[in-house]
């Protein structure tokens, strides 16, 4: 059974940084491309970033240049790190991968402040 846990969210202040991690078990990660999303109150799940299996990230034009999606193999874990964060980043975050049917962890809190 495939299972997604998140943490790392938070308050923080406008142009602060933090730090997600979606850790995986019942798949291996380094094997399928893993995404976050977000989701604000009243908004629409949005795409963040992904990174595939075997290519190059690649991210929303909203965050590009601020965060960084990567994977550590030996955790079989993906991290995203958010620079410079802005109140409009407000949203629960969620880690995502397709393995045959979608898979979504619980999500985790990130409110940055103005």
């Known amino acids: 059974q495939v299972q997604l846990q998140e943490s790392g969210g938070g308050l923080v202040q406008a142009g602060g940084s933090l730090r997600l991690s979606c850790a995986a078990s019942?798949?291996?990660?380094?094997?399928?491309?893993t995404a976050w999303y977000r989701q604000a109150p009243g908004k629409q799940r949005e795409l963040v970033a992904q990174?595939?299996?075997?290519?190059?990230?690649s991210y929303a034009d909203s965050v590009k240049g601020r965060f960084t999606i990567s994977r550590d193999n030996d955790q079989n874990t993906v991290w995203l790190q958010m620079n410079s964060l802005k109140p409009e980043d407000t949203a629960v975050y969620y880690c995502?991968?397709?393995?045959?049917?979608?898979?979504w962890g619980q999500g985790t809190q990130v409110t940055v402040s103005s």
């Open positions: 990174i595939p299996s075997s290519d190059t990230p």
């Open positions: 019942g798949i291996i990660l380094a094997t399928r491309t």
């Open positions: 995502y991968v397709r393995v045959g049917y979608a898979y």
